[in-house]
């Protein structure tokens, strides 16, 4: 990289790292590297965010994310995780019906398990 792209690039840095040449380019430098690195990692963030929510979503109406899932996967309802979590926080009744379909195919979520209790505050209360 010339000059002028390193210092178009080291815009906003602070300190001698935007206006020195050799430090603005190994900082420049640096900064691709996270960049590179961390495009990735947003996937695997937003993934992991997803999952949390289906997770969420399904423990309210007694089945776990894995059950769920397998189920789904029986029933051949092919949805990505980023619509079921979508759908787990916007559109309820819809997901509840997933849920449904999910628990008919799949052994494991037939048992019906009630909301978990919160029984910290009746005891004191």
């Not at 996937?43 to 399904?58: F, P, Q, V």
């Not at 195919?105 to 919160?118: C, E, R, V, W, Y």
Request: aromatic fraction near 8%.
């Amino acid at each position: 990289m010339n000059k002028k792209e390193v210092f178009k690039l080291a815009k906003g840095f602070r300190g001698r790292a935007k206006n020195c040449i050799r430090i603005a380019r190994e900082r420049v430098e640096k900064a691709l590297q996270y960049s590179y690195r961390d495009r990735r990692n947003k996937k695997r963030d937003m993934r992991s965010l997803w999952i949390e929510r289906i997770n969420a979503g399904t423990r309210i109406h007694g089945v776990n994310y894995g059950n769920f899932m397998h189920g789904l996967v029986k029933e051949n309802i092919q949805l990505n995780r980023k619509v079921l979590s979508e759908l787990s926080m916007h559109e309820p009744y819809s997901f509840k019906a997933l849920v449904d379909v999910s628990r008919t195919a799949f052994p494991g979520n037939k048992s019906m398990a009630s909301a978990p209790k919160k029984e910290g505050l009746s005891i004191l209360v």
